[in-house]
């Protein structure tokens, strides 16, 4: 269970603004995607026809799809931009590579290994990093998933362009990967992405987290054990100190939080439902 807010607690930023900014827009855009794109592809289903209807008609329905989508392009872009500076400009490498980055490496593996061996019991819980391998599944699962539906749709939205590049039976296949790919994006935000960062027993209900930028002491030590030391070791801590998240962005991660699972979870179901 997620832990109570202690005022008295050390607490270190562990998520910055422009990171949760840019996480708030893909959420709202994928969201929005989600709402727009499924009518369209489960057109034959009634609750599909009723909530385009709701919305205005397929063709408000399609430019809402489609200006979600260029959010969420800005997002994608946004966020490759901070760490291609960041690689290439600030000469910093560890995003590439190291405990700091998003990469995978072999301890991930053996990470996943040994923590599902801890699960029946067979070896103790791995010592994560800064970022666990379900996160890193989580985060390229997403990013990939972007480039591909991302790709898709643009050739499909802009056809009277690359109509005059690729032949016209590529646009079915555009069509194909962009609908089946999106379901499986839809299916696994949804359900495993939720889970892994809010329904697992050691956050459940809300991992706050995301909202609030912010860790306390004792869940960086507990959940990050080598992050923890490796920023004690290197007098680090310090430099990311911060207040305890207040009330009101706790209560409005709560809201956001609460309000994108519950649409979440009613979006899966009518794709279950229209199956």
């Not at 708030?24 to 026809?49: E, H, R, V, Y």
Request: hydrophobic share 55%.
């Amino acid at each position: 269970m997620a832990s109570a807010v202690s005022s008295t607690a050390k607490y270190y930023v562990r998520i910055d603004l422009f990171h949760r900014l840019v996480h708030g827009f893909l959420m709202a855009s994928f969201l929005g995607l989600a709402a727009t794109g499924l009518p369209i592809k489960f057109n034959q289903a009634a609750w599909a026809t009723n909530l385009a209807h709701a919305l205005g008609g397929f063709g408000t329905v399609i430019f809402f799809h489609q200006t979600f989508a260029i959010i969420l392009s800005l997002c994608f872009l946004l966020h490759l931009g901070r760490i291609l500076h960041a690689a290439f400009v600030k000469g910093d490498p560890g995003v590439l590579w190291g405990p700091n980055s998003m990469v995978p490496q072999p301890k991930d593996l053996l990470d996943m290994f040994w923590h599902f061996a801890w699960f029946f019991g067979l070896g103790p819980k791995p010592r994560f990093d800064r970022f666990t391998y379900w996160e890193k599944f989580d985060y390229w699962a997403v990013f990939w998933g972007m480039a591909i539906i991302g790709t898709s749709g643009y050739v499909m939205w802009f056809s009277g362009f690359f109509g005059r590049f690729i032949p016209g039976w590529m646009f079915n296949i555009a069509l194909l990967i962009h609908s089946e790919e999106a379901l499986l994006a839809v299916w696994f935000i949804f359900t495993i992405h939720f889970f892994n960062s809010h329904i697992r027993p050691e956050k459940f209900p809300m991992d706050l987290v995301i909202f609030t930028g912010r860790v306390s002491e004792a869940e960086l030590h507990e959940e990050r054990p080598l992050e923890y030391e490796r920023l004690v070791a290197q007098d680090g801590l310090t430099a990311i100190a911060t207040e305890p998240p207040p009330l009101w962005l706790r209560n409005f991660g709560r809201l956001i939080g609460f309000t994108v699972i519950t649409i979440g979870f009613i979006l899966f179901g009518l794709t279950l439902w229209a199956l």
